[in-house]
């Protein structure tokens, strides 16, 4: 036996990928973001389009500073729109960078992710809609103490809120 083998074999047995796993998965993940691309150029846009046409003082009179109603605010925000994660990472920044508290961007990404208002009738349709006014009713809830949460821990960890 080769020691080029032996060598695979003992990855084998090791649970690591091999070399072909890597390259297929390199080209996977590749294949993945040319085809998210698209949508986060749209976010981008609109995003652009948003800031020209609400003024920051508006964005001020829904987040007023208080972190139980930003975190109100943002989850109800987050619970309208819905999309991909990503796509709420990079609306997240810009609404920081505008000035928005963590308390809202904390709760406006784990309603984006958790509550969907947009596909409520497929998922009622689906899972039952007792079981979907439930589900996205507790998401909307627990989205509060965990923007608290989140923004305590950052606060701990030495982050600005």
Request: hydrophobic letters at 55%.
């Given at each position: 036996?080769?020691?080029?083998?032996?060598?695979?074999?003992?990855?084998?047995?090791?649970?690591?990928?091999?070399?072909?796993?890597?390259?297929?998965?390199?080209?996977?993940?590749?294949?993945?973001?040319?085809?998210?691309?698209?949508?986060?150029?749209?976010?981008?846009?609109?995003?652009?389009?948003?800031?020209?046409?609400?003024?920051?003082?508006?964005?001020?009179?829904?987040?007023?500073?208080?972190?139980?109603?930003?975190?109100?605010?943002?989850?109800?925000?987050?619970?309208?729109?819905?999309?991909?994660?990503?796509?709420?990472?990079?609306?997240?920044?810009?609404?920081?960078?505008?000035?928005?508290s963590i308390f809202a961007i904390?709760?406006?990404?784990?309603?984006?992710?958790?509550?969907?208002?947009?596909?409520?009738?497929?998922?009622?349709?689906?899972?039952?809609?007792?079981?979907?006014?439930?589900?996205?009713?507790?998401?909307?809830?627990?989205?509060?103490?965990?923007?608290?949460?989140?923004?305590?821990?950052?606060?701990?960890?030495?982050?600005?809120?």
């Amino acid at each position: 036996m080769s020691t080029q083998e032996g060598e695979a074999k003992q990855v084998a047995r090791s649970g690591m990928p091999g070399r072909g796993d890597v390259i297929r998965a390199a080209r996977k993940a590749a294949f993945q973001f040319t085809n998210m691309l698209p949508i986060l150029c749209g976010v981008v846009l609109l995003i652009g389009l948003l800031r020209a046409a609400v003024p920051p003082s508006a964005l001020g009179t829904l987040f007023p500073g208080d972190p139980f109603l930003d975190s109100l605010a943002g989850a109800g925000l987050g619970s309208i729109l819905a999309g991909n994660p990503v796509n709420s990472y990079v609306i997240s920044a810009q609404l920081l960078a505008d000035g928005v508290s963590i308390f809202a961007i904390a709760a406006f990404i784990v309603t984006w992710v958790t509550v969907g208002i947009a596909q409520l009738p497929a998922e009622a349709l689906t899972l039952g809609t007792r079981f979907a006014i439930l589900r996205n009713s507790l998401s909307f809830l627990i989205s509060i103490p965990i923007a608290l949460l989140t923004a305590l821990f950052m606060a701990l960890s030495g982050g600005a809120l």
